[in-house]
């Protein structure tokens, strides 16, 4: 088992930034893909980025491309979120997902970060 917790949400203007932190504890030795999703009152869940711990790749939904940024930090297991140049569009709840090697989907997720952006 694997266990995510978030922090760093909370409550912004737009053009600002935010930084979220995914804690991740348990078997994280069987996990290779880290995500980040969303979702905003009334709409479905989406994928914001990925990184691939053996594949060493990253990538984004369009709509947040050049602005977020995800990164991890093997030394603490976490992997983060930067946010930067914050829209109203974004306020949502932000959910750390975790995959195991050969998954295709989230096998694991944390308890979601509200993200509030106002305008």
């Known amino acids: 088992q694997v266990q995510l917790v978030e922090s760093g949400g909370g409550l912004v203007q737009a053009g600002g930034s935010l930084r979220l932190s995914c804690a991740a504890s348990g078997r994280t030795s069987s996990i290779d893909i880290m995500a980040w999703f969303r979702q905003a009152p009334g709409k479905e869940r989406e994928s914001v980025a990925r990184?691939?711990?053996?594949?060493?790749?990253?990538n984004y939904a369009d709509f947040v491309k050049g602005r977020f940024t995800i990164s991890r930090d093997n030394a603490v297991n976490t992997v983060y979120l930067q946010m930067n140049s914050l829209k109203s569009e974004d306020t949502a709840v932000y959910y750390c997902a975790a995959s195991s090697v050969s998954s295709v989907r989230p096998d694991y997720w944390g308890q979601g970060t509200q993200v509030t952006v106002s305008s």
């Open positions: 990184l691939s711990r053996i594949g060493g790749w990253t």
